[in-house]
């Protein structure tokens, strides 16, 4: 029987109160203004805002809906909304001298509570690490402090091993820690590496102590629906070869490894090594966000994406920090599902 309940999203201006259409519900939304925090909206649902909008650059909202109505609350540091069948969950960490135990205290608290809500499969993150190639107080850089607190919270979810969903990891024009996770009761999320990357949690230790948790991308196979149903969800990508960052320097050069990366992952060849069937194209991407860290470069990397991605496939752009001091650019979207159209 089929209990899935059409988990869709789109970004509207940040001046709108976000009106879903007949028969949806909102479920959560994600403010990229100005603001920081974590609440419950006037309309009841939970609204994590980062401050990631700049001059010249994009301000929006996601609005996650879903076709039944949720339940919402809040525990702790944390807000959620479950229809069912997903959950969205956020969570913000005020600033710290160190990140690291707080990370792991808080994502535990996320992971048991999508165990007690009983929404076990993960099948996407956002982790938004202000001053994100910063240092800490013990002088580590930020983004690896939130690693290893990250990894330790993964240590105990599920078996520890293959239940890492895709995830972007990115910086913010804040300051602070704050993340939001999608997870599913009946769906079966299925998490896709990348032929010419090395798994992000096998990176070797020249990077930081321990490996970032997650997958290339994860397909999420709703429950009483055909595998090729399911909504690709791609992490964000970097102008990374196996481990290694390429063409430092060259912002143009990285887009394009950056393109080619997500071509490669979403395509029929990478998607059948993964035991899975179908194969998209890289105009198949809908809402896509692409992180430029420096304010130059943008033109030149709307240029390519506008080519690469065509004109449907609802880009925005954002100027922030990416999470080594030699990347430019990162880039994340999904193919949607057959739930989308419905
Ligand atoms: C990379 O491939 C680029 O730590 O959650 C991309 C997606 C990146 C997610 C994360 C980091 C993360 O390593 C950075």
């Not at 800490?136 to 690693?147: L, S, T």
């Not at 449907?312 to 193919?335: F, K, Q």
Request: hydrophobic fraction near 40%; charge should be negative.
């Amino acid at each position: 029987m089929s209990r899935h309940t059409g988990l869709q999203a789109h970004f509207t201006p940040l001046e709108a109160v976000p009106r879903p259409a007949p028969g949806r519900h909102v479920l959560a939304t994600v403010a990229f203004g100005e603001d920081s925090g974590l609440s419950l909206t006037p309309q009841g649902h939970p609204e994590l805002a980062i401050p990631m909008s700049s001059p010249g650059f994009d301000s929006f909202r996601e609005v996650w809906t879903t076709s039944a109505e949720p339940a919402t609350g809040t525990r702790g540091d944390l807000a959620f909304a479950h229809d069912g069948e997903y959950l969205f969950v956020s969570g913000t960490i005020d600033p710290l001298p160190v990140y690291g135990p707080k990370v792991r205290e808080v994502y535990e608290a996320a992971f048991a509570l999508v165990e007690e809500l009983g929404y076990p499969r993960i099948f996407r993150m956002w982790n938004f690490v202000g001053d994100i190639i910063g240092s800490n107080a013990e002088g580590m850089e930020i983004y690896q402090d939130f690693v290893a607190g990250r990894a330790e919270a993964f240590a105990s979810y599920g078996d520890g091993t293959g239940h890492m969903p895709a995830a972007t990891g990115i910086g913010t024009r804040g300051e602070g820690i704050s993340f939001t996770l999608l997870a599913c009761r009946e769906g079966s999320p299925r998490h896709v590496e990348n032929q010419r990357q090395t798994p992000a949690y096998h990176y070797p230790e020249q990077y930081g102590p321990k490996p970032p948790s997650f997958a290339r991308a994860t397909l999420l196979h709703p429950a009483g629906a055909g595998q090729a149903d399911g909504a690709l969800f791609v992490s964000g990508t970097a102008s990374i070869l196996g481990h290694e960052t390429v063409h430092r320097g060259d912002v143009a050069r990285q887009t394009e490894v950056v393109l080619e990366n997500i071509a490669e992952l979403i395509g029929g060849p990478n998607l059948a090594a993964a035991g899975l069937d179908g194969g998209h194209e890289l105009k198949d991407l809908r809402l896509v966000k692409v992180y430029v860290r420096h304010e130059a470069d943008l033109p030149v990397v709307r240029a390519l994406c506008q080519d690469a991605l065509g004109p449907d496939a609802e880009t925005v752009y954002l100027n922030v920090a990416v999470c080594r001091d030699d990347l430019l650019v990162e880039i994340e979207g999904l193919v949607p599902g057959a739930e989308w159209s419905r």
